[in-house]
Structure formats: C-alpha cells, structure tokens
C-alpha cells in the first residue's frame, strides 16, 4: 500500500504513517501492535531528518521495528544539489541575462524573430542556432542549472545580434564576456553529466530503486575521470564528489536498495560481487534472508 503525505511534522505524520498500515496489513500478537511496515521515501531537507528521528521514537514505542536510516528511500534529488555547488563569477551575470530575457513576452517574441532572420540571412541553420525560448534556473526543477545554462550558451549568437539593434540596448549590460562564456561552457560540461545519468535513470520503465547504486557509483566515477581532465573548475568538482560521497553512503545504510537488486532478477547479486567487499557481499545476502525471515514472521501472525 502506497501512502503520501505532505506534512513533515513528527507526531503527525506517525499518526498518519500508523493509520496507513492499519489498513494495510495489521495483526496482534501477544496483545501488541504488529505492522508490516516498510519504507518512507523523502527529500533531503534537514526538517526531514527531524521528522524521521521523532518518528522512530514513536514508533519504538507502539513497539514497531523502525529505523532512521534503514526505513528511508533518500531522494534522488541529491543531482539537483550539485547544481548549487557550480556557482561561478559568471553565473550570476547568466541568471540576470535569462531573467531580463523572460521579463516580458515581447522580449521572447523579439529573440525568436532574431533567430528566424539569422536563418534567412543564413547566420546560422536551424539547428547551430534553433528557436527555442530561453529558460530560468528553478529550485524545484531536475537540473535547472544546467538546462539554463544550456539553452543560454545554444542561443548566443542571436542573442549578441539583438543586442546590436537599437530598441534592445537595454540588453547590453547582460552580455557576457569572452573568458565568461568560455568557463560557462565548462560547467555546461560538468553539470550535463549527473543529468545525463538522471536521464537515463528517469527513463526506465521499471522500478529505479535497484539502479540507484549502480547510478551514484557511475556518477562518482565519471566526476572523477572530469575533474582531473577540467582543472580549471577542479575545485567545484571536488566539491560535488564530496556531497555526493557524503549523500552515497548514507544511501548505502538503507539496506532496500540492496534488497531491491537481489531481488531484480537483471542484478541479483552480480552488481554487488563486482564492486563491493566479499564480506559487504555476504553481509547483504543475510539481509536478505533476514527480510524474508521477517516476511514470513509476519504472514505467519496474520494467519493465526
């Protein structure tokens, strides 16, 4: 049973959380409260981890198997933080130029016919220079950063030749510098990798959980190779393996995802004996079989 809730307060979202696995599947054994229950998915705001903390307390309690870090599906949302960590001298002179581009439909309107002549006037092809609308940098959107950032450097050239007209002189002081656009396209670069990857995750059509090991390892690993082919901006990039192996290994101690591959019948355990310890191996099969002990435990109670 799937159950969403929006508050994030402590006591009420345990009352909430225990209402939902009433309904789903609730037996009393012994005169004490038994529930199945499973994972709590959130984002990685720090009120959550508050949240999570209470949660475990009340739920101990009502004496109900939870914890902290093994009941949590962490967010993949950690991708959109390594969009806060690119913050670049330039950046900001590129958020004010697509904010002033998106102030009004008339700019927008302006820019497409900019793009459309440049093509008749053969400046550029349909595909160097395409007429696309610029994009703002949104906290809330997958990748924002990066798209913004994107679509600024694709739309450029007209950009500049609009600047030139005399009825969008206003647009001059956004433009940006040579060395600005140079070291832009050099965090276009390193932020087109992690959304790559959430991309390609996103685009299964099958459950994501067992490849969200399997992502962040390949997203560590591809960094790594970037930061030392990108000097220049080695310092952000330091800073993203950072989070991201700070984000990693709290991911690791929720041991759904390693159920989640054995389980998958494309991994099972083939992913784990390749990049994990024999030892961290043979501690994920007894999780599994602890699992399914737990399983049973709990199909043999609601039985009678």
Known sequence: MLCCLLSKNGVFFTRHVIECARAASVTWANDVLFIQLGFITLD?????????????????????????????????????????????????????????????????????????????????TPEEVPDHAVLNDMDVRWSSTFLMIDRILELYPAIEVMAEQDKHEWLRPYLLTAEQLRRLDKIRNF????????????????????????????????????????????????????????????????????????????????????????????????????AVSRFLHGVRLSEG
């Open 44 to 124: 990685n705001a720090s009120n959550c981890n508050t949240m999570m903390q209470r949660l475990e307390q009340l739920l101990k309690a009502l004496k109900i198997d939870f914890l902290v870090d093994e009941n949590r599906i962490r967010c993949a949302f950690i991708t959109q933080l390594q969009d806060d960590l690119a913050a670049d001298p330039g950046w900001d002179v590129m958020d004010d130029l697509a904010n002033a581009l998106r102030s009004s439909g008339q700019r927008l309107d302006d820019l497409s016919s900019v793009i459309r002549k440049g093509w008749d006037d053969e400046l550029w």
């Open 191 to 290: 932020l087109e990798i992690p959304h790559s990857i959430q991309e390609g995750v996103s685009a299964d059509k099958t459950p994501t959980l067992p490849v969200a090991l399997p992502a962040y390892e390949q997203l560590l690993t591809v960094l790594r190779v970037f930061k030392s082919a990108e000097p220049e901006i080695a310092h952000g990039v330091q800073a993203a393996i950072d989070k991201l192996n700070e984000y990693f290994q709290k991911t690791r101690s929720a041991r759904v995802y390693e159920i989640a591959m054995i389980v998958n019948p494309t991994i099972k355990l083939e992913w784990l004996k390749k990049n994990w310890s024999e030892s961290e191996v043979e501690s994920a099969k007894e999780t599994m079989i602890t």
